[in-house]
């Protein structure tokens, strides 16, 4: 079983510009979530997305970030501008459903570099 | 939601048991206790969870305090890939709350061959 894929892998950009991340989940997980990790700390949720609509978003900061899940499948996490406080590993993570004991699968992430 | 309290690091030798404590006096009756790792460079990956009962599967163990205030994940042997933070986590199973992971700070598990 394919996991969860994630690209790019790294992305290093000035303040200011934008940048986007994308992911693909598990193939019939209904559920996806975008964290944020700052170094040296655990996870934050940004935003959990049941099928395509928004299910959580009160962490996500929405004068800079925006996530969109069009067709209920991958998704893409954008950033416009970029803050140096931006800089941390954007993890993307399913699950088969929203119900709180389904298992959370995650990718790899994307570790964005703001200088 | 209700928190968890876990020590900052601790170390084992290869092959030897592991005992990572947590903490979490404020528990509900109806929160689930889940635990999650993070090897380096990598996303987290759940491990196990339990209510009331000890646990068992391939990776390690749960063990859960008669009150439920506290819990001990148990690795029965460690390896050097058993190194990554360890995180304990509350789940509320209410399916009208948010399914979403709170992290902490979790535990550093070192492993020296």
């Known amino acids: 079983e394919a996991g969860v894929a994630q690209s790019p892998r790294y992305k290093i950009i000035e303040k200011r510009q934008s940048v986007a991340f994308w992911c693909n989940p598990i193939s019939g997980h209904a559920t996806l979530y975008w964290y944020q990790q700052i170094l040296g700390q655990g996870p934050k949720l940004l935003i959990q997305f049941q099928n395509n609509g928004v299910v959580d978003d009160s962490q996500l900061p929405k004068d800079r970030f925006s996530a969109e899940r069009l067709k209920g499948v991958d998704s893409t996490l954008k950033i416009q501008p970029a803050k140096l406080e931006d800089s941390a590993v954007y993890l993307c993570?399913?699950?088969?459903?929203?119900?709180?004991?389904?298992?959370?699968?995650f990718g790899p992430g994307t570790r964005l570099t703001v200088t | 939601d209700a928190k968890t309290t876990q020590p900052n690091s601790m170390e084992s030798n290869e092959e030897e048991p592991v005992h990572l404590p947590c903490n979490h006096s404020t528990i509900s009756g109806t929160d689930y206790i889940h635990w999650y790792r993070q090897l380096p460079s990598q996303g987290p990956e759940y491990v196990i969870h339990?209510?009331?009962s000890n646990v068992n599967n391939r990776m390690a163990s749960l063990a859960i305090a008669e009150d439920r205030k506290s819990s001990t994940l148990i690795l029965h042997r460690a390896t050097l890939r058993d190194a990554a933070v360890y995180y304990c986590i509350l789940r509320d199973p209410n399916p009208y709350n948010t399914d979403k992971l709170i992290f902490g700070t979790g535990t550093r598990l070192q492993v020296f061959p």
């Open positions: 339990g209510l009331t």
């Open positions: 993570a399913s699950s088969l459903t929203g119900l709180s004991n389904n298992e959370q699968y």
